[in-house]
């Protein structure tokens, strides 16, 4: 039976709209990639003003598990999906080199809603896989092709996909700093707030309604946090000194940020709702780039109070602190996959910056980036991408890895991209 879901836009701003649109291009792939076919979905609407919009899901969709490397895609130019799927031929497809194929089919819903249907065909065994359908309004086609491309990638990989999570990213161009929200393919992207001064270490909250950043429009670093709603905002650590790192504990609820109103820069928890702010490390080292783990019980940070730049985990029920990272001399910039089962970061070898990824449960580590400027990894919302910032000819870009480093993939858009973070 068909599962009918309301998908509205993930957020309606009044920002302003980013014209640059960002180019991907991939390298590597996985070694057994599955033959899959998109059709462009079956279009029987009276209103031909929407042909464009709804010719595009198959693009998109197609275009999504296309870039992740776990697919090769089959053309499919040539065919449209057929009104009922039982008319489709799944023995020419698999002639045809198709291991699976996605048929679908748009039809009017209720007032201006579209109903968008699919179903994902096994080609080889000749049965059906998965049906949905997602209730929009025309103007979400784009955001239920990500999400149909999510359930591609779940049923046939037996994994979530992350195709439908959002990116926020900081861009310079024109010598002004822009705080931007982008899909995870990097179109639909927006301009959340825009400044002469840098802009730094965004944050996403973990209902993904609002970001945390770092401004230094008032001459020194301020900490804000953002509305995504309604793009209201307010500045939540301006103390004396330095305020920096901003990170959003499980429930939202507070931040731990970088302080250094005291003495040298120490990890502090800001109260979002009663303002209260209680330090948490203490000492002469310099502690800084929290990250909470999942579950709530450890905060992860870089400190050079061994000697050198490491991360270090301290445990918030009872303030605890053990050491993380052992290999080499420099790993700053920790990120925890969304399990908590791995930490990212950056790791200096020969005088070159590579993400690493460390296994916590067993201390395995293994650098996954061969660029030489690598900065701020970001797990994908299903943890089997990493996406960070690197330098190519002196310009910042974005790029992605997978967690076993054979598929990465690279951003790039006019303008100098940083400090990237994958959310919702």
């Known amino acids: 039976m068909l599962i009918r879901l309301i998908v509205s836009l993930l957020f309606v701003l009044a920002v302003l709209p980013a014209h640059a649109m960002m180019t991907i291009e991939i390298v590597g792939g996985a070694s057994n990639r599955i033959p899959l076919a998109v059709l462009p979905f079956n279009d029987s609407l009276p209103d031909r003003s929407r042909s464009s919009a709804i010719a595009s899901i198959a693009e998109v969709v197609a275009a999504d598990l296309g870039r992740s490397g776990y697919f090769a895609m089959v053309p499919s130019s040539d065919s449209v999906s057929p009104a009922d799927p039982k008319n489709l031929s799944l023995t020419a497809w698999k002639r045809r080199g198709a291991d699976a194929v996605l048929v679908g089919q748009v039809l009017p819903a209720a007032g201006d ?7 994902l065909l096994d080609a080889v065994r000749e049965t059906q896989l998965a049906a949905l359908a997602y209730t929009t309004p025309a103007s979400g086609l784009r955001v239920v092709a990500h999400k149909i491309a999510d359930q591609v990638h779940e049923v046939l990989l037996g994994e979530p996909g992350s195709y439908s999570g959002r990116i926020a990213y900081i861009l310079k161009r024109n010598g002004r700093f822009e705080l931007q929200v982008a899909d995870a393919d990097s179109h639909n992207a927006v301009t959340i707030t825009t400044s002469p001064e840098p802009l730094i270490s965004p944050a996403w909250s973990p209902d993904g309604k609002r970001l945390a950043y770092v401004s230094f429009e008032d001459k020194k670093p301020v900490v804000y946090v953002q509305n995504l709603a309604d793009g209201s905002r ?18 939202g609820r507070k931040l731990a940020v970088t302080l250094s109103k005291d003495e040298t820069s120490q990890i502090y928890m800001l109260d979002l709702i009663s303002g209260e702010v209680t330090r948490f490390t203490r000492g002469g080292a310099l502690d800084t780039e929290p990250v909470f783990s999942p579950d709530g019980r450890w905060l992860f940070f870089t400190s050079n109070r061994g000697g050198t730049p490491q991360i270090y985990k301290a445990s918030l029920v009872d303030g605890g602190i053990s050491r993380v990272t052992f290999e080499g001399s420099y790993n700053v910039s920790p990120a925890l996959s969304k399990d908590g089962k791995s930490l990212a970061f950056v790791h200096r070898r020969e005088g070159r910056f590579h993400v690493a990824v460390i296994e916590l449960n067993s201390g395995q580590m293994r650098v996954l980036t061969d660029t030489v400027h690598d900065e701020s990894p970001s797990f994908a919302p299903n943890d089997r991408q990493i996406l960070y910032a690197t330098l190519v000819n002196g310009r910042g870009v974005l790029a992605t890895v997978s967690v076993d480093g054979k598929i990465r993939q690279r951003l790039s858009q006019s303008g100098d991209l940083r400090e990237p973070t994958w959310g919702k």
């Not at 809603?113 to 179903?119: H, I, N």
């Not at 939540?236 to 429930?251: I, L």
């Open 113 to 119: 809603l579209l109903e968008v249907r699919f179903w």
């Open 234 to 251: 307010r500045a939540v650590a301006k103390f004396r000194g330095s305020n920096s790192a901003p990170a959003w504990s499980p429930d």
